[in-house]
């Protein structure tokens, strides 16, 4: 199965969360539009992501004929579903500047919190998944 594509979206995510991060600490008030803007282009690539690992990813490792390899996709699958429902609350709260500017330590906070869930989610399917996927 070819993943280039799921390694490619994790790139443009961390790099979207990179990004918001330096912005945050230039100023979440300052930069409130550019956060918000940032916040809203991650969330069409994340949820393309999610959306493809759901309909082709995840459904190919359920089919594997390594057992433990469609164990380890049913159990990152799993997971998936709480961390998305946090990133999709978190993108609904913060994706317009009006928000952020009210709030600057609540952004930071739910940032902090569900943006690291998010990146350390991509490091572990990174060193943990991918490359037993591309091993097959």
Sequence with gaps: MNIDKFKQQHVDI???IASLR???HA???RN???IARGIVSMSATIK???AVEDRA???ALARSDDTDLAQAGRAFQQEMDAIARSYEAFARRWNNAGSLELD???FRADANTVLRRVHERMQREN???YPRIEAL
Excluded: F, I
């Design 14 to 16: 961390l790099q979207g």
């Design 57 to 59: 990813l995840y459904p």
């Design 104 to 106: 600057e330590a609540g």
């Design 22 to 24: 330096r912005l945050a």
């Design 127 to 129: 060193r943990d998944l």
């Design 48 to 50: 393309l992501h999610l």
């Design 27 to 29: 100023g979440v008030a």
């Design 32 to 34: 409130a539009a550019e």
